[in-house]
């Protein structure tokens, strides 16, 4: 399929979702809160250039005595590096000098040979010589050249050496900077609420932890110092032309302003073009990530085409915006050659007029000629980093973007300690909550569960099951009401503390790279081998994992490959059981099992529920009939409580749940 009817193909879809676009939209933020956080998941473009380069550039501040070494290292070595080309023009004028006084009659003094000159008619021979300082007779004086080009090759040394010194010291620099800014982005990860990660693409966050701050790190590393050195090199050649003739320092600094208006015009362009290309970058990521977690899922249902096409667009996209970035990007330095070629051509011609009328030395034209060739050096390297630096700023308001972000409301001052031992008696009282102020989805709930009961909580999908336990997790904060852990508030509960006496089983196993013994001990870090050996062996772990080769040591594979999901399902109960939990929760732990399995899981549920409060959401609603309490909630609300024989006898929302269950089973 060609470029333009793919265009043409996508232009006709998004027209057809503009007809869908508002209900979506609306939905999508009922469901995960506010636009406190962009109005999509993909990066906006760079919206605000300088003051996000400054706050990059602030980012140095910690490291502020070596900065400023760095910078008096880079302006040691400019001042070297300038001052060498007039060094170098005098040793032009002793050359010079000497071959022409070498046929020069000896014993005559410098004014005479002009006057004589002037006598006979050469006036402008006469003018030349007029600005040079010689000896007649006396030839070349290579004593004084030798010392001349000692000293510039002495000075072009120490400048190189003080120019590595500090991009050594620059390195090491830029490298604990980005060392603490993964820091901080890991850290606040942390601290982002839930619905943070509800609203953005994990390939997105990714490209912004990953692919933003290596472009960071490039940016900070080679610009940095290249521009600070080319900003005070230009400097250092404007004040050494005017000082040399102001008349030349005119005709070459005709390229700033026109320089000015390429880079300002083209740098413009490429900075929004730049902008969208790590945009499309974070889409292309995230779209890979997707296609790589739902493989199987899109084997299945024959969908390989349609995602081919969907990254198609995507990378097209991508190939647009990168394309276009590098192309406007590449102009600048053809545009800033060719008018130095221009700045040049005027040099040479007007400072051979001025050689010739004795106002200039030949030495003092061959040092700024010089001067305007390093000139132009420096603003061709503003020019090629400003690519460097435009890329590198785009990806840092993508990062501060992210710092930015608003986090999880901070544990308030008066927190309450927890009662040792804990009963795990949990209250709802009049519990309010939505994800979007515009749709209420749970209102006024109460309920109690009492010390080590098992309260299951059955309902149709979007009946707010998973978002009770959630809760209770404080996962999210409630609108109004008051959860109560053992009479005291669970929002005047650190954190951390609250959840470490909780234990959470989820309907998709997560497994970490490392041995089965270490995923178990997950639970608590501190548990010995004979504490987790047991936990396996009641949660019914110890069974398949002695058949292993490598036991409790055998690795996990990457997405746990090597393991089944029932099995993998076990080992996150065992996880549970080690952390030895006062409150237990089980969201459609049996679910991604089979029969078999799920025996097992019951058997070891039992002895996981004993003496803790545990809260089990349930499809499958056999698994929970030996509950003490069942909550049967429907669009937020628990329309009925009571037991599997209490709510089975009031043939109401569990009971039309429980038949249709055992009528498919029995269709089965």
Not at 307 to 324: I, K, P, Q
Not at 576 to 595: Q, W
Request: charged letters at 20%; proline letters at 3%; glycine letters at 8%.
């Amino acid at each position: 399929m060609s470029r333009s009817s793919k265009k043409q193909r996508k232009a006709e879809e998004e027209k057809a979702k503009v007809l869908i676009s508002e209900e979506e939209i609306a939905e999508l933020q009922d469901a995960v809160g506010s636009d406190e956080w962009g109005n999509s998941s993909a990066p906006r473009k760079a919206k605000n250039f300088w003051p996000s380069a400054l706050r990059l550039f602030a980012m140095f501040g910690s490291e502020r005595v070596v900065i400023t070494f760095i910078l008096a290292l880079i302006l040691g070595g400019v001042v070297l590096t300038v001052w060498a080309p007039h060094i170098l023009g005098n040793a032009m004028n002793v050359i010079f000098a000497g071959l022409i006084a070498r046929n020069m009659p000896a014993g005559v003094t410098r004014e005479q040979v002009i006057e004589g000159l002037k006598a006979s008619g050469e006036n402008r021979f006469a003018d030349m010589l007029s600005g040079m300082d010689f000896t007649p007779g006396s030839g070349v004086d290579f004593t004084e050249l030798g010392r001349i080009i000692l000293i510039v090759l002495a000075m072009y040394a120490v400048s190189q050496l003080f120019m590595w010194l500090q991009g050594r010291l620059l390195n090491d620099v830029v490298m604990r900077i980005v060392y603490r800014l993964r820091e901080d982005i890991t850290a606040k990860v942390n601290r982002l609420p839930l619905s943070y990660f509800d609203r953005n693409q994990r390939g997105d966050l990714l490209s912004r932890t990953t692919n933003d701050v290596d472009n960071v790190q490039q940016a900070l590393q080679q610009a940095f110092a290249s521009v600070i050195r080319d900003i005070l090199t230009i400097i250092g050649i404007t004040a050494m032309m005017f000082y040399l003739s102001w008349q030349l320092a005119l005709i070459a600094l005709v390229a700033l302003p026109i320089s000015g208006i390429v880079v300002a015009g083209i740098g413009s362009k490429s900075q929004k073009l730049f902008a969208a290309q790590w945009r499309n970058t974070g889409r292309v990521n995230a779209h890979v990530e997707e296609s790589f977690t739902g493989h199987e899922v899109i084997t299945v249902f024959g969908q390989q085409k349609v995602m081919g096409e969907h990254f198609d667009e995507r990378n097209e996209e991508l190939f647009d915006s990168a394309f276009n970035a590098q192309y406007y990007s590449g102009m600048i330095m053809p545009i800033m050659q060719w008018v130095s070629y221009l700045g040049y051509v005027g040099i040479a011609v007007v400072g051979a007029l001025r050689v010739a009328s004795g106002n200039m030395t030949l030495g003092g034209v061959t040092a700024f000629i010089q001067y305007s060739r390093e000139f132009n050096q420096p603003l061709g390297g503003i020019a090629s980093m400003a690519n460097m630096l435009i890329s590198g700023v785009a990806s840092a308001e993508r990062i501060f973007e992210l710092l930015d972000a608003e986090e999880q409301m901070p544990d308030p001052e008066d927190l309450r300690e927890l009662p040792t031992p804990m009963r795990g008696e949990i209250a709802f009282t009049d519990v309010d909550f939505s994800y979007s102020p515009h749709k209420p989805l749970i209102t006024t709930l109460s309920f109690s569960a009492q010390p080590g009961h098992t309260i299951a909580i059955v309902g149709p999908t979007g009946a707010g099951k998973t978002t009770l336990v959630n809760l209770v997790m404080r996962f999210y904060e409630i609108n109004s009401g008051c959860i109560t852990l053992d009479g005291v508030d669970t929002s005047k509960i650190k954190r951390g503390d609250l959840r470490e006496n909780i234990g959470m089983v989820l309907q998709d196993a997560v497994l970490f790279k490392g041995t089965i013994m270490e995923n178990i001990r997950y639970g608590r870090l501190d548990a010995t081998d004979e504490e987790v050996i047991t936990a396996a062996k009641a949660t019914y772990v110890d069974r398949f994992v002695r058949s292993l080769p490598e036991g409790y040591q055998t690795v996990v594979e990457e997405d746990a490959a090597n393991i089944s999901a029932g099995e993998r399902q076990l080992i996150t109960i065992a996880r549970a059981f080690v952390s030895n939990p006062a409150l237990l929760i089980l969201d459609e732990a049996t679910s991604s099992v089979d029969t078999r399995t799920e025996l097992l899981i019951q058997k070891g549920m039992a002895a996981l529920r004993k003496n803790r409060t545990s809260f089990v959401i349930a499809h499958r609603l056999s698994t929970i009939r030996d509950a003490d309490v069942i909550l049967v909630m429907e669009g937020g609300r628990i329309v009925e409580q009571g037991d599997h024989r209490e709510l089975m006898a009031a043939e109401g929302a569990y009971h039309r749940l429980y038949m249709s269950q055992f009528a498919g089973a029995i269709q089965d």
